[in-house]
């Protein structure tokens, strides 16, 4: 099996995520932050180190880390809490994935927000010209920015545009699910106001842990109750942060999975990481622009992207598509990927691509393997 | 360190849960349900089987088994979503965590919902003739059960109660954070709309892995939105079961790990570990009343328990004594354990009990160890 579906989740992980896991939840497998003892103290350590290392990681010593188990629940508590704090003027970028739209949506059919796109060119660029008419006609309330598509790898640039959407008094918030610790990201500027990670995909950790860094300023109601272990007297949710956020039992084998992959990547160096992804990414390009039956979609222009490219193949739906490449022992993902209105902003819906992604791991053996299975598939269409 | 906090999570677990979580993260980490290769398609069958075990442990075939990262996410969704469908007078043990207690009480405060105690007797009994009065006065819609007290380990008898509340057309929850895998329940009866599970508990799997089985016909709203790699182009989250309910990556190293904890416990013996925990806290009470300073609380009635007793120390704090027994190399939980109104029912409220917690692994090196550090207590109390 060559695997190139690391947007979903990145694979392999690196060998010490795997081998710390596995030792820490052997050995100190006690419930963190909610007992005294020696052993809950040291869950409790490995989580306030994982805590500081996510802030040296996207510049933001003065953010406060909160701890999920998915992006898509972070998501859904920032943009939940502030729209029941009163946020109604809402803009996101045409490539949201459903954990934006689906939450919008659910507040939009009650008529309690009104969602607007920001304006992207045909080049891929914000067009901040529009942004700003759009922001003049209304004014933002908040403002949502994925950093790279996950369909189509296209980076947005947020610092531009969360700069002017301060400028109009929004909070921002940036979907990193694609990003965090690939793309060197100044977090700790005062225009962030949330920005989400996703453990286990550029952050090279296991499933189940995932977060939010967020300006302690930036509050909003909570959405989840349940224990802290802390003030258990008080029936209302602690107004302590990370508490107020982090109900219920922490995933302490995630954590420790997490800690040693950031570990890694400080090691590694996040600049080499994203190098040798962009050359895998190269490499793909190359690849696939080997087969004129391929048609890849909206990798063309002068804008980053990180390791995900879309395309389409000739007379094969994308579904289609999946099922050979799967005999073929090729992983790929096909469809919307979770993201439809990115299609239809780049008019591949409701078909949706065949959607190829790399990572700093993705080997020679997978490329070999790749330009076999499209031979096969060029002689056999 | 001798560990006697299993109700905070149990520890250790056994060993073919470590083996199995590693082996098969590393070999299948593909991203479940996200894709159609073969990788994604073996998680996408460790997933199915899980689910199916987990209906052949509570005996409940035509129910559908739904995976959370937590039990206190289980609770709030089907909480939240049943205050949304319209559930206004709702039914509560006295035995509650803050899990249920907390989400109650935010909407209680907008006035949305009225929240009752089932009346329980000094003999810790639910008392059905006075619960019937107090369904005849105002009609529960909702009626919400905790198995067992974490605080205090008392068994409700919920089959009984959940009958009354069925002739009177509530729905019903059982919080069997602290019985599932261990108390053989027939959760297959139609009295039986929710039961709450938690994967790290009971069920000696790992943390980031929890979940609830749910009569299909007892449907709720959506509480959390996002992907849920099905139906991508509808913004609604879809109807189908369990999907409505599964938004964004499940924690597959998570299911990995209470697929192999469930198999331990089959293969071991549900009977099994319910009896020798129950020897286990034979014993625990055995040690704890030979000294005189000790009082446990609330353990000493007619009805069952699980392994888990709540104790007070003459003129020692129990936050005081957590501390001592951490230094004795003792891990307990002390305070409210998450769980105040548990605490004022039994009048070990505010200052809560020191709680003792014990598994099937409870070993007899513990039980010298706890001796040893009790010792020493009543030598420099």
Chains 1, 2 share one sequence.
């Not at 809402?90 to 927000?113: C, D, G, M």
């Not at 980076?155 to 940036?174: C, H, M, P, Q, S």
Request: aromatic share 12%.
């Amino acid at each position: 099996m060559a695997y190139f579906d690391n947007a979903a989740t990145t694979y392999p992980k690196p060998e010490c995520v795997y081998q710390y896991m596995d030792k820490f939840y052997r050995e100190c497998g006690g419930n963190a932050g909610r007992g005294n003892y020696e052993q809950a103290k040291s869950a409790g350590e490995l989580i306030a180190n994982t805590r500081s290392m996510i802030q040296d990681l996207l510049h933001c010593p003065t953010k406060q880390v909160v701890f999920e188990p998915t992006a898509t629940i972070a998501l859904n508590l920032i943009i939940q809490g502030n729209i029941e704090r009163g946020a109604h003027n809402i803009y996101v970028s045409p490539f949201e994935h459903n954990a934006v739209t689906r939450v919008l949506h659910h507040f939009e059919k009650q008529e309690k927000i009104v969602v607007r796109q920001l304006t992207v060119g045909e080049n891929l660029r914000y067009d901040m010209e529009r942004i700003r008419y759009q922001f003049e006609e209304e004014k933002p309330d908040f403002v949502i920015v994925s950093h790279a598509s996950n369909s189509f790898g296209v980076v947005a640039l947020l610092e531009d545009i969360f700069a002017l959407a301060k400028k109009y008094g929004a909070r921002t918030l940036a979907d990193m699910s694609q990003t965090a610790g690939l793309i060197d990201t100044n977090v700790g500027l005062e225009t962030f106001d949330y920005a989400v990670f996703a453990g286990h995909k550029t952050l090279y950790g296991p499933t189940g842990i995932s977060g939010f860094v967020m300006n302690p300023e930036a509050d909003f109601p909570a959405v989840l109750f349940g224990g802290t272990g802390f003030e258990s007297a008080n029936q209302d949710m602690p107004e302590s942060l990370p508490q107020k956020y982090e109900a219920g039992t922490l995933n302490i084998a995630g954590v420790a999975g997490l800690y040693a992959a950031i570990k890694w990547i400080n090691e590694t160096g996040l600049g080499i990481i994203w190098e040798k992804e962009q050359e895998h990414r190269a490499k793909l390009m190359e690849i696939l622009s080997g087969y004129d039956f391929i048609h890849v979609v909206g990798a063309d222009k002068d804008v980053p992207y990180v390791g995900i490219v879309s395309c389409l193949i000739d007379g094969i739906s994308s579904d289609s598509a999946g099922n050979i490449f799967d005999e073929q022992g090729i992983s790929v993902r096909t469809g919307l990927e979770c993201a439809p209105l990115a299609h239809q902003f780049m008019n591949t819906y409701p078909a949706g691509t065949i959607r190829f992604s790399v990572s700093y791991f993705t080997s020679d053996k997978d490329f070999k393997e790749l330009r076999r299975a499209l031979d096969y598939i060029e002689d056999n269409l």
